[in-house]
């Protein structure tokens, strides 16, 4: 299977059997206790299911590499001391017949706390202070570092180093006119900008011998105003390639950049176009990055010579086995990492340990074994939802006799919904992976099924998984006949008029505007996305952008909350930006502190701002939150039967499927 994904190929001297590298990841396990020895065991499983090329998070290349220098102890590389911590996940690596790269970083102006520094004086979009100026004396002390964390990570066992350079760290900073104004030789032109990264990768070369790998993370496209032009990025990647560079790893974007490159709104691979344009200008292997998440998709990229090797990160969170999986043919047992962001680089950013949302034993390994339970029991599970589907996977993997009970036709419950919302059709991936777990693990899926008391009685334990309802507005005249609820109008959005208002601007509501300002021009394709968010294939511009195309909204909408919050607050960060974007592009209109009064045959009376007004609107879709729905407990109480109640129907509380699967899971190894 997948022919051009498992053919080999040779990076410098390392002889590798499939084209897959797990691109860099912060997981944040360095700076927990024994961080090393979790990392190594993190790192390990991948390997040893076929793996054969990783790259590890950044690590910093001097003490304030990363800010916050009081942290730096586990996060850099600078003394002997620090690198032989690092040996256990070499050794662990290389003992599973894979090799591994340790990427070096620098983060410059972007530093959350002091605002950094950088080659000129700016103000960082992450921390909204102004960088401090590097002088020429600083520079040549950095470059330094980054031979020195080279010549360490060498020490440390490592195959070789990724030097970062793009998402718009230090060495993007460097190479971009927008944060780089010198007139020295650093700056000027395009020859005096690419000098700090050059000067790098030959310090590097010349410090260590040939069959020591220098992978470089090059932008294709900074997608910022006053970015690289493309030609200087292909200049660019010729010069570091004579100057000793094995690999060039490609990242688009940089963090601050207003386009969305990893979420789940992009088209899967689509920025593999730019991995082909500059694997036409150099001779070493070029790896596309970015939203490539199956084999089908790494495979057929491959065979069309967009790439020699494909970077995938997140999707190691997902699936450990994503490689033994797809060699073996086995794609539809794959656990698909579907771009959510939620409990990885949403985590990131509050600075949490991340996990997975569909894997919630990601980066907790070494505490969650996969061992099969002592006693085997009889296990029923009420609900197929994202809750009653973990637990009844997690029980069944250790061993325990589960029967699914669904009242529904399908599994899935408010994930089946979900994914026809515009952009998160990945989420049925993650159906079709319970699906196929259910048949491996010989789980009884009893469809369309409420099961009675006596029948319960027979099992050893009952997990009540049953799920949420929609909670009620509390708007007088809310039974009017234009109102639905969030469940009755994702149902059937068709039925719903022009004009609409949602009521309840949080996650739901959201999900809700994007569902009914769907226009047919947004189709999925590439073009399309390149046309909404303003991305140029023919790179005339700087930074590879363009202006947007409005999009119109077959509907109007308004979108209402009560709170006094800016709309869309409580939407995860790496994500929220985007669903806003969104909405303002196509008109919508967003109004928080919002009273409301009543409703009648007019349509929905509220106050803004102080004045009172009627929104004459065809519809009002109330996403209002949602309440627990638990119609059991007390029947099983009555009846003696032990039984526990997880996800929304424990608590609905702002339930999101990365607590509903993860509660799931919990349970089911526990048991
Ligand atoms: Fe992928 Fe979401 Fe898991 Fe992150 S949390 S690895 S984006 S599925």
């Not at 997981?27 to 990392?39: H, N, P, R």
């Not at 994202?386 to 899935?412: K, M, N």
């Not at 997990?463 to 059937?492: C, F, H, Q, W």
């Not at 029947?635 to 609905?652: K, S, Y």
Request: net charge neutral; with cysteine; aromatic share 6%.
């Amino acid at each position: 299977m997948y022919p051009s994904l498992f053919q080999p190929i040779r990076v410098g001297h390392l002889a590798l059997k499939n084209r897959i590298l797990m691109g860099s990841m912060h997981t944040g396990l360095e700076d927990q206790a024994q961080g090393f020895e979790k990392l190594a065991v993190f790192y390990a499983e991948r390997a040893r299911e076929g793996l054969q090329l990783i790259v590890t998070g950044g690590f910093g290349v001097n003490t304030h590499a990363l800010g916050m220098p009081e942290n730096a102890e586990f996060s850099t590389l600078c003394t002997p001391e620090q690198a032989e911590r690092h040996r256990i996940i070499t050794q662990s690596v290389h003992a599973e017949g894979c090799h591994i790269l340790m990427q070096l970083l620098h983060v410059g102006r972007y530093d959350h706390g002091s605002g950094g520094v950088s080659p000129s004086s700016v103000i960082s979009k992450l921390s909204n202070r102004s960088s401090l100026e590097l002088s020429h004396e600083q520079i040549e002390q950095i470059i330094a570092d980054h031979v020195r964390c080279a010549l360490l990570a060498k020490d440390a066992g490592y195959d070789g180093v990724e030097i970062m350079g793009g998402e718009g760290y230090l060495i993007n900073q460097f190479l971009a006119p927008v944060t780089n104004f010198r007139e020295d030789g650093w700056g000027g032109d395009a020859q005096g900008r690419s000098r700090f990264p050059l000067r790098i990768v030959q310090g590097i070369r010349a410090a260590l011998p040939e069959n020591f790998v220098i992978s470089f993370r090059l932008s294709l496209m900074d997608l910022v105003e006053h970015g690289s032009h493309w030609l200087e990025v292909l200049d660019l990647a010729r010069q570091l390639e004579a100057a000793g560079v094995d690999l060039f790893n490609t990242s688009v974007g940089w963090h601050e950049a207003r386009i969305p490159t990893v979420a789940m709104v992009v088209p899967r691979a689509a920025f593999s176009w730019a991995a082909q344009q500059l694997k036409q200008a150099v001779s070493v292997p070029v790896v596309a990055s970015n939203r490539i998440n199956t084999p089908e998709v790494a495979d057929d990229l491959i065979a069309q010579g967009h790439a020699d090797m494909v970077a995938m990160a997140r999707p190691f969170l997902a699936d450990p086995a994503f490689v033994r999986k797809s060699q073996a043919g086995q794609s539809s047992a794959i656990n698909t990492c579907i771009a959510c962001n939620q409990a990885c680089l949403d985590r990131i950013f509050t600075r949490q340990p991340i996990s997975c949302l569909v894997n919630p034993r990601a980066c907790r390994e070494w505490e969650w074994p996969i061992k099969k339970a002592e006693k085997s029991i009889k296990l029923a599970v009420l609900g197929a939802g994202p809750a009653g589907l973990a637990c009844a996977r997690e029980a069944a993997e250790r061993g325990h006799r589960v029967t699914l009970f669904e009242p529904s036709i399908r599994i899935g419950g408010q994930l089946f919904l979900a994914q026809k919302i515009p952009g998160k059709q990945e989420l049925g991936e993650t159906l079709r992976y319970f699906e196929s777990e259910i048949q491996r693990l010989g789980i009884e899926l009893r469809l369309n099924t409420t099961p009675n008391v006596a029948l319960l009685a027979d099992f050893d334990h009952v997990v009540v998984a049953t799920g949420v309802v929609p909670r009620r507005s509390g708007i007088a005249g809310e039974n009017n006949a234009k109102v639905l609820d969030y469940m009755e109008a994702l149902r059937n959005p068709r039925f719903l008029g022009e004009r609409v208002a949602i009521v309840g601007a949080g996650p739901l509501g959201f999900d809700m505007a994007e569902l009914l300002s769907h226009s047919k021009a947004e189709d999925g394709s590439v073009a399309a996305f390149e046309r909404e968010w303003g991305i140029d294939q023919k790179r005339e511009l700087r930074g590879g952008i363009k202006p947007i195309e409005i999009i119109e909204s077959p509907r109007q909408l308004w979108l209402l909350q009560r709170s006094k919050l800016p709309m869309g607050k409580t939407l995860p960060t790496t994500t929220g930006w985007i669903r806003r974007n969104k909405l303002k592009n196509k008109s919508a209109r967003l109004f928080n502190d919002v009273k409301y009064i009543h409703i009648d045959d007019n349509g929905l009376h509220l106050r803004i701002g102080g004045e009172q007004r009627c929104l004459s609107v065809d519809n009002i879709v109330v996403c209002a939150g949602q309440e627990s729905h638990n119609p059991w407990s007390a029947r099983l109480e009555a009846h003696n039967i032990a039984h526990t109640v997880i996800g929304g129907a424990r608590d609905a509380h702002q339930i999101d499927a990365t607590r509903a699967i993860n509660e799931g899971a919990e349970l089911g190894r526990k048991l």
